[in-house]
C-alpha cells in the first residue's frame, strides 16, 4: 500500500489558485511538501507538525502557500494562491515519525508519488 497519495495537481494560470491533498496511510508527527522543479533539486515547500499549529514555509511561498492537515481523517492539504510560473514543478508529500528539522527532506520517513504542477504566464 502506497503510504502516501497526492491528488489536486493540473494546470492554472498565473494568478489562479490551486489546493493539493494527500491521503496517508500512516500515522506521523509531521507532514511536508516539496517540490521539484525539471533540473533542480527538491526543495522544501511547507511542513506541519501534528498539533497543527507548527508551520514553516518557504520564503518563496509563505504568504501564498498554506498547510492544513487533518488528523482525524488522517489527510494533509497545501492551499497555493497567487500561483507563479515558478511555482511549477512536481509536488511531493512527505510524512515523518519523529519531529526534528522539518524543512530537512532527508528526514522524512514516507513520500508520495508525486503531482504535477504546472503554472502558465
Known amino acids: 500500500q502506497v503510504p502516501l497519495v497526492e491528488s489536486g495537481g493540473g494546470l492554472v494560470q498565473a494568478g489562479g489558485s490551486m489546493r493539493l491533498s494527500c491521503a496517508a496511510s500512516v500515522t506521523s508527527y509531521a507532514m511536508g511538501w516539496f517540490r521539484q522543479a525539471p533540473g533542480k533539486e527538491r526543495e522544501f515547500v511547507a511542513s506541519i507538525n501534528w498539533s497543527g499549529r507548527g508551520t514553516n514555509y518557504a520564503n518563496s511561498v509563505s504568504g501564498r502557500f498554506t498547510i492544513t492537515r487533518d488528523n482525524a481523517a488522517n489527510t494533509g492539504a497545501l492551499q497555493m494562491n497567487d500561483l507563479k510560473p515558478e511555482d511549477t514543478a512536481v509536488y511531493y508529500c512527505?510524512?515523518?515519525?519523529?519531529?526534528?528539522?522539518?524543512?530537512?527532506?532527508?528526514?522524512?520517513?514516507?513520500w508520495g508519488q508525486g503531482i504535477q504542477v504546472t503554472v502558465s504566464s
Open positions: 512527505a510524512a515523518r515519525r519523529q519531529p526534528g528539522d522539518l524543512r530537512a527532506a532527508g528526514d522524512y520517513d514516507y
